[in-house]
Structure formats: structure tokens, C-alpha cells
């Protein structure tokens, strides 16, 4: 159909996740008919966020030091930790407001299918974060769906010897879905009638 | 008919590149209503439409890529139901290589299973033989039809629990080839979905022995009628729980849960060894008696036929009872039936609120009770006289 390097460009949007052949034709002939310095803006950025942006050493979030803002803000609730699977969940969890404390990004969840254990999560880093007795509470914010379920049983029992808080977010979040997409206000209740798991 | 018992109606039905149909549109009555032809028009593909609302699968194939009409890579079943004094439009388009979407009075729903129980309806057809005859999965299958058309909820139980198996068994066959060094790791991991599989495992356990208890009385009272000269027909519940524990299991959710949980330490390292998950619902069977020998292996050609029929309308009567008068469609069966049992069918019809039956010839329809006659010829349908 198309030649060459618009051919190209037309694969490499194809490939981004949420973009399909369609999407990506519309965009390639958007950026066609762009301005110059605009296309040249948005490649610098993807250029930029490529080598600036990376992962947080203490939390597995994204920043671009080495250790993320929410790491550093000295305001931050250093006893408390909120255990999610992606850095995405972090900013839906940040505009609810609800919460003072840090994060640890897991980095998905446990899903054998897709070979996908403990090991292959940030679950020795967490570990040893709670080592040093600072943190008293941890609140698991995994997806509401099953391998989402399976990850916060797992971290409830491992968790649970070290005698410090375990809770859970509280139900009423959609049932099968992903934390990012609920809503502020489903998710701030969620979080605030959140439950101890023993 | 009782006035008291709601039933349901199709009055309405649109099928878009559905089949062999491009644009249909069709409009019932209540009454049985005779859709006939020549083989190969289409008929059949009328009344799976009707079947696939009910219960999201075609009667007669496991995928939904043969219901999309040639060179085409989406369908759509849009049908009207009236239930009592409601109507309700559903609808749903069949796609190939994405998701399906269902939709409720125009408004879609997150997922496609949330329109079962819209319309409720039983489908007898000649692919029913593979329940008598077929493997266990057929069985199960049955059940869950009925299952989810009376419990719609159920079905997001099933999904929950097929997801959590596969998982399960995921982690089983990668932990067969881990090194003992890495067994702790593994049970640490194996021990949380074993949770969630016996947790919707116990659901459906539960909610399948209810089933059979409720189901086998109206089965058998069907099948003493339509076989009055064979052995008694009997329905239990063989659970791979009872089969494993070799004892049997009250049904009450806590002792499910703890025989569950004792099977599943019992089988661990043979499940371990095999790399799949040897206890659950999924290995249920839906055991049927007659006299005292099996059904498959020991019934007549006659016998299976009876058997298949008399499950298919208990399960008519118990959805009547327990919820609202199903749909009945009767896919090309008179023509199997011998005399007698033409004649029990042909009773069942007449007292039904609304019931298709397809067939090749006039002669294989309850002449007399027919309201209705659509022939079909080459996708084209028109209603005629008789
Ligand atoms: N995906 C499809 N696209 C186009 N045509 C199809 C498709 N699937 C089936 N058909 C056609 O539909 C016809 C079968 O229709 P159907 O099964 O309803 O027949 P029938 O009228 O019930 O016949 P019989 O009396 O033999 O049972 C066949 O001619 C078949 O080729
Ligand atoms: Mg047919
Ligand atoms: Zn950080």
C-alpha cells in the first residue's frame, strides 16, 4: 500500500499499544501535513524521555534522577508504603490526594502464563526496604482482578511475619478492571476505607 | 398456560452478515412457528442466532468464526424479547480478531456475558446426542448452559475460574521442570492460586450439585413418559472431589472448601509431576443411569435419543419454574423420533408460549399446531400458508 519510509513510520506507530492500522495511517498523515519544528519537537521529546527517564532506585517509579520526587519530598509519611504494580498506578493514586506516604512499583503482577513469578517482580527490593522497621504500614494496591488478587495474597504472607500493618484497598473498585482506570473519587474511598489483611 | 409464570418471547430478530444472511429481518408471533425449506437454505441458522443470545455459543460449533458470513469480519444478532410485560432489545456483533460487544437497549455492556439471562431459551437438536455419548465435557457443558441462563452471575464465576486454572497450570508445568532447590519457591506461589481455585471451584460445585438435584426429578419424570418400557433414567453429581477423597461430599460450602483444599495436598505432587490441575469442577461428570448400567456404552440409539430429549425439557421446565417460560427451539428432531415420542414433543409444543422448529419437510412439523410457517429458500424468508 504505502512506500518506503512513510510504510515505516505507519509499522512503527502500529506497534504502540491502544493504536491500531487505522489510528496509525490517521496519525502518519497528521504528522505528514505537520509543522516542521512541531514534528521536530515531538521527536526531540521521544528522544529525551528516552535517555532522561528512568527508573527510581529506591521505588521502581519513572524519574529522571535517581531517585524519583516522591522518594526525596521530605514531607512524604516515611512510615508508610503503597505497593502497586505499574508507575501509572502511582499517578491515579496521587490525584485522588488521599494518600501522604511512598510507593514500591512492583512492576506487573504474578501471572504464571505469562512467566511471571515473584522473582521477576520487585519483591526482594521490597523486602529489603522493610528491613530497617521504618515502614509500619504497607497497603497493597494491586489491580482488583485475579492475578492482581493473587499478587496481594502472596505479599500479605510474606509480609506478615514482619509484624508490621498489611492492609488491603477496600472492594467497590470495579471487579476485574485495572486501578488506573477508576475513577478519583472510587478510588480515594477505596483507599481510605482501606482493610487489614491478616 | 399458567398467567401466573412469566414467559419469554422473541419478536423481533435482525441478523447482519450472520450466516448465509446478509440483512434479515424477521418478525414472530407467539405460538410455534414452522421455519422450513430445503436443506441447506438457512433454517437452522435462524434458530442458532435465537440459541447464541441465550447462551453465547452456537449449538453446533465451539468457535464463533463459522457465524460470520463469508468474507466479512463482523455479525450482528439483534433481536427483540418481551419477558411478561417488558421488552428488551439485545444485541450482539460477532468479531474476528477482537473482542465481541453486546449491547442492551442500545447501551453496550463492559462484557458480552452480561446479557445472559435476557432471553432464556432450550435448544433440542440432533447435536444433543453428544451429551449421552460424548466426553464428560459435554455433560458439563449442559450443565453450565442451564446453569448460567438460571444463575446469569455464574458465568462470571466459570470465567473466573477457567482464568485461575490456566494460571494454575501454568505454574504447575513450568514447577515440573524446577529443580527441588526451587519447590518452596513454587509452593509459596502455587498456595495463593490454589486459593482462588478453590474459592470459585467451591461456587460452582455448589451451585452445579443444586442443579442436579433439581434437574434429575423433572428429567426422570420426562423420561418415564416419552420411554415408558425402559429402566428408570437417574442424574447424580460425580465430583472429582468425591472421586479423589473416595468419599463422598456434603455440599455445604465449607466442607467443599475443606475437602477441596485436603485433595488438593493429596494430588500435589502428582500434580506437580504432571503439570496439570487434577481436581476442580473441570473434571466433574454428570453420571446417567439407566436401570443400572451407564448410559453411554450400554443405551440403545433409541434410549440415547430419549435421554437427550428428556434433558433438554427438564431443563425447559426447570428454568419455567425456577425463572420464566424458556424459548423452545426444536432443530430437526421430529424426524429422529419414533410415534410416541413425536407425540410427547408434539404435547410440550402445543402448551408452549413460543417454540421454532425447523425441518426439511412439512410432514416432520405438528401440522396442526403450527401458527406461523416461514419458508426459507437460499437466505430468502417469506411467511406463507401452509
Ligand atoms: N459463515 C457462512 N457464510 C456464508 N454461508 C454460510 C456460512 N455458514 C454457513 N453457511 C451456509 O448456510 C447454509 C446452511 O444453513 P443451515 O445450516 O441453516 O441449513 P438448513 O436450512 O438448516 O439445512 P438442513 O435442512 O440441511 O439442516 C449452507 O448453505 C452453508 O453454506
Ligand atoms: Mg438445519
Ligand atoms: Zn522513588
Given at each position: ?47 529525551e524521555v528516552q535517555e532522561r527517564v528512568k527508573f527510581c532506585e529506591q521505588c521502581g517509579n519513572v524519574s529522571e534522577e535517581d531517585i524519583c520526587r516522591i522518594c ?12 502497586v504494580e505499574e508507575s501509572r498506578d502511582v499517578i491515579a493514586?496521587e ?8 510507593y514500591h512499583v512492583?512492576g ?14 520487585r ?57 488506573e ?18 | ?386
Amino acid at each position: 500500500m504505502y512506500e518506503g519510509v512513510l510504510a515505516d513510520l505507519i509499522d512503527e506507530l502500529g506497534q504502540l499499544p491502544g493504536i491500531g492500522p487505522k489510528s496509525a495511517q490517521r496519525i502518519a498523515f497528521y504528522l505528514l501535513q505537520a509543522e516542521e519544528e512541531d514534528v521536530k519537537r515531538l521527536a526531540n521529546t521521544l528522544l529525551e524521555v528516552q535517555e532522561r527517564v528512568k527508573f527510581c532506585e529506591q521505588c521502581g517509579n519513572v524519574s529522571e534522577e535517581d531517585i524519583c520526587r516522591i522518594c526525596r519530598d521530605p514531607r512524604r509519611d516515611p512510615s508508610m508504603l503503597c505497593v502497586v504494580e505499574e508507575s501509572r498506578d502511582v499517578i491515579a493514586i496521587e490525584r485522588t490526594g488521599e494518600y501522604r506516604g511512598r510507593y514500591h512499583v512492583l512492576g506487573g503482577a504474578i501471572s504464571p502464563i505469562d512467566g511471571i513469578g515473584p522473582e521477576q517482580l520487585r519483591v526482594r527490593e521490597l523486602m529489603q526496604r522493610l528491613s530497617d522497621g521504618a515502614i509500619e504500614e504497607v497497603i497493597i494496591a494491586t489491580d482488583p482482578n485475579l492475578e492482581g488478587e493473587a499478587t496481594a495474597t502472596y505479599l500479605a504472607r510474606a509480609l506478615n511475619p514482619l509484624g508490621l500493618t498489611v492492609s488491603r484497598l477496600a472492594s467497590g473498585l470495579p471487579v476485574g478492571g485495572d486501578l488506573e482506570y477508576a475513577d478519583e473519587v472510587t478510588l480515594g474511598r477505596a483507599f481510605a476505607g482501606r482493610r487489614r489483611v491478616d | 398456560m399458567d398467567e401466573a409464570v412469566p414467559h419469554l418471547q422473541v419478536r423481533q430478530l435482525t441478523l447482519q452478515n450472520f450466516r448465509n444472511y446478509d440483512d434479515l429481518h424477521l418478525t414472530f408471533p407467539g405460538g410455534v412457528i414452522a421455519i422450513v425449506g430445503s436443506n441447506g437454505q438457512g433454517k437452522t441458522n435462524i434458530v442458532e442466532a435465537i440459541g447464541y443470545l441465550s447462551t453465547l455459543h452456537s449449538h453446533r460449533v465451539a468457535s464463533d468464526i463459522p457465524l460470520i458470513r463469508h468474507d466479512h469480519t463482523s455479525a450482528v444478532i439483534a433481536a427483540e424479547v418481551i419477558r411478561g410485560d417488558r421488552a428488551l432489545m439485545v444485541d450482539i456483533q460477532l468479531n474476528t480478531g477482537r473482542a465481541n460487544q453486546a449491547r442492551i437497549n442500545k447501551v453496550a455492556v463492559p462484557r458480552t456475558r452480561e446479557i445472559l439471562g435476557v432471553l432464556t431459551a432450550i435448544t433440542f437438536a440432533p447435536e444433543d446426542l453428544a451429551i449421552v455419548r460424548g466426553d464428560p465435557s459435554e455433560r458439563r457443558a449442559f450443565l453450565n448452559d442451564i446453569a448460567t441462563q438460571q444463575f446469569p452471575r455464574l458465568s462470571g464465576v466459570m470465567a473466573d475460574y477457567d482464568r485461575v486454572l490456566k494460571q494454575r497450570n501454568a505454574l504447575l508445568k513450568s514447577a515440573g521442570g524446577a529443580r527441588r532447590s526451587n519447590l518452596e519457591a513454587v509452593s509459596a506461589t502455587l498456595s495463593v492460586w490454589d486459593e482462588q481455585l478453590v474459592e470459585f471451584g467451591t461456587e460452582l460445585m455448589c451451585a452445579r450439585n443444586e442443579l442436579i438435584v433439581n434437574l434429575a426429578p423433572l428429567v426422570a419424570s420426562t423420561y418415564a413418559e416419552i420411554a415408558p418400557h425402559s429402566e428408570p433414567l437417574s442424574l447424580s453429581y460425580d465430583d472429582s472431589l468425591s472421586r479423589s477423597e473416595e468419599r463422598p461430599v456434603t455440599y455445604d460450602p465449607d466442607a467443599v472448601r475443606k475437602a477441596f483444599f485436603q485433595a488438593l495436598d493429596t494430588k500435589r505432587q502428582q500434580e506437580l509431576d504432571r503439570g496439570i490441575t487434577l481436581v476442580g469442577p473441570h473434571r466433574d461428570e454428570l453420571r446417567l443411569t439407566l436401570g443400572r448400567a451407564p448410559v453411554k456404552g450400554y443405551a440403545s440409539h433409541g434410549e440415547s435419543w430419549s435421554v437427550a430429549l428428556a434433558l433438554r425439557l427438564g431443563s425447559y421446565d426447570l428454568l419455567a419454574r425456577e425463572r420464566a417460560t424458556p424459548v423452545l427451539i426444536l432443530d430437526d428432531v421430529f424426524a429422529e423420533l419414533d410415534t410416541r415420542r413425536r407425540r410427547h414433543l408434539a404435547e410440550r409444543v402445543a402448551d408452549a408460549p413460543q417454540a421454532f422448529i425447523t425441518a426439511a419437510v412439512d410432514e416432520d412439523v405438528p401440522v396442526d399446531l403450527v401458527g406461523c410457517w416461514l419458508e426459507v429458500d437460499k437466505a430468502e424468508v417469506t411467511q406463507r400458508d401452509r
